[in-house]
């Protein structure tokens, strides 16, 4: 698919892809130029504020990936259930893995794992997109029969068991961490709903 | 504490801290030294294998740090209970942020992010950090009365939840995501052990 992108977009794509790997400190523009395919100038022409709003963008880009599965899930299920919803989420994890190994983690992760400390505005941009995520998963839990609140703590639950179980996922190189964490989480989920 | 520490050891927790703040590529040998408040030559001397063994041993102290807290629990505990134990790990959490700020996050979690992909031997010790922390975690669970299957999947719940609601924590600048974890997760691990 990224044939058809333009210069623009496959850097971009090009930025993300290189955080998950190395975080933002690790990422080299010259690196992510190469990796893009894209002409040399092409940096400094589609983004002159240099490494910060290419980072930016491509966290910006992340969340909307990111708020896409909770989307695609939705309009592929007939009867969709918060355990389903999970269990989809990292489904897309197991996929990936299997497909491409274990190099690459979530950019959110990995970009708050070096700069949410020392540079506050990459913070709240990374904040920014963990919210575009959550914010359709908190609706589609709602819609699902959960009251509100529940709906948002337990919108944190999956959020955070999925990434911390990526986490170990790479480190162990195994999707049994994922397995783990759909496995014991799903009838939580869904009791929540039916109670 | 660290005031007691010799040079070696004021370095390796100086690198830990640097790699919860920045990572590891983010991490520079200088300004560990500087914070280790350690001769320059201290490092060459104590750490002839460089970065990464510097690193290396970072990561392994920092494992013995996250066991101690799984210890710590059950040695100040009458009656230990899964929920408690994760709410015991979530305080210890709770507690830095509210003392510290959110600056530093788990130093686990942020090695994974960027050398797990590029560095299968950085990738190897975390891994093994990460099993030195959960092996006491299981062993807990099964002395609480889990199978040990049963110990092992929730084990990697309960790290997988935890790191990923330090992640959100820091990004949002507010502990309400271990809150809602440890609120969440509690019954279901408690229940677990009951049913």
């Keep these: 698919m990224a044939e058809r992108w333009n210069a623009r977009e496959r850097i971009v794509y090009a930025a993300a892809q290189s955080v998950r790997e190395r975080g933002v400190s690790g990422t080299a523009l010259r690196d992510v130029v190469e990796r893009a395919r894209a002409p040399r100038g092409s940096l400094q022409h589609y983004f002159p504020g240099g490494k910060d709003q290419l980072i930016t963008e491509a966290i910006a880009w992340s969340a909307d990936y990111a708020a896409s599965t909770v989307t695609g899930y939705l309009d592929s299920t007939e009867r969709p259930t918060p355990g389903g919803l999970l269990a989809a989420m990292a489904r897309g994890w197991q ?101």
Tied chains: 1, 2.
């Design 95 to 195: 996929r990936e893995f299997g497909a491409r190994g274990f190099d690459r983690g979530c950019p959110l992760v990995a970009a708050a794992a070096d700069v949410a400390g020392p540079e506050p505005e990459l913070r709240a941009t990374i904040n920014a997109a963990f919210e575009a995520w959550q914010e359709p998963l908190r609706a589609a839990l709602r819609d699902m029969g959960l009251p509100a609140r529940r709906a948002r703590s337990l919108t944190t639950v999956m959020i955070s068991a999925l990434e911390g179980a990526i986490v170990l996922a790479r480190t162990r190189q195994d999707v049994g961490p994922l397995r783990d964490v759909v496995r014991e989480l799903g009838p939580l989920l869904d009791a929540a709903v039916d109670g």
